[in-house]
């Protein structure tokens, strides 16, 4: 979503210590008073807003849209780290097929997807969506599964042979 407010216009990694700021409940006065001090602020102020100061207004806004949007992502971010971090775990505890590794990733990026779409007030879409890369992830998982199979197959009739050739 493009934001026309003066602090979206700043650059990206003020924006990210204004978002941790918020995060971390430091009084506004205090913010926009360290963003009209630094030199980076002041000059994006000055070539896009005529070196208007960010004032309390300008906050608010940024709480409301740029701030809310980074607060989803942040709790995405989270959620696809923890899946993941759950399929590592998973992962060492025995071997896997290859599409077992990758369902562990792509849920947490379906659950990303899906939970925007949801935000987004579409939730039949939402759904619809899901659906379809629930079936695709089954599918890669299915073939795995057969191939896993299978070389349990060969193995199994190999010992057979071993134990026939005695």
């Known amino acids: 979503m493009s934001r026309i407010v003066k602090i979206a216009r700043l650059p990206e990694q003020i924006r990210e210590q204004i978002n941790r700021r918020l995060q971390d409940g430091e009084k506004g006065r205090d913010i926009i008073a360290w963003l009209n001090a630094l030199k980076e602020a002041k000059a994006s102020l000055s070539k896009e807003f005529v070196g208007r100061a960010i004032n309390d207004s300008n906050l608010s806004a940024w709480r409301l849209g740029g701030y809310r949007d980074w607060e989803a992502q942040q709790a995405a971010l989270d959620e696809v780290r923890r899946v993941t971090s759950e399929g590592t775990e ?21 659950a990303v997807a899906t939970r925007r779409l949801m935000e987004a007030g579409d939730g039949e879409k939402a759904w619809k969506l899901l659906r379809e890369l629930c079936h695709d992830l089954a599918v890669l998982c299915r073939g795995d599964h057969g191939a896993e199979w299978l070389r349990l197959e060969e193995e199994r009739l190999k010992l057979i042979r071993q134990k026939n050739a005695r």
């Open 90 to 110: 998973l992962a060492k505890a025995g071997e896997h097929a290859l599409a077992d590794k990758l369902a562990v990733s792509l849920c947490g990026r379906y």
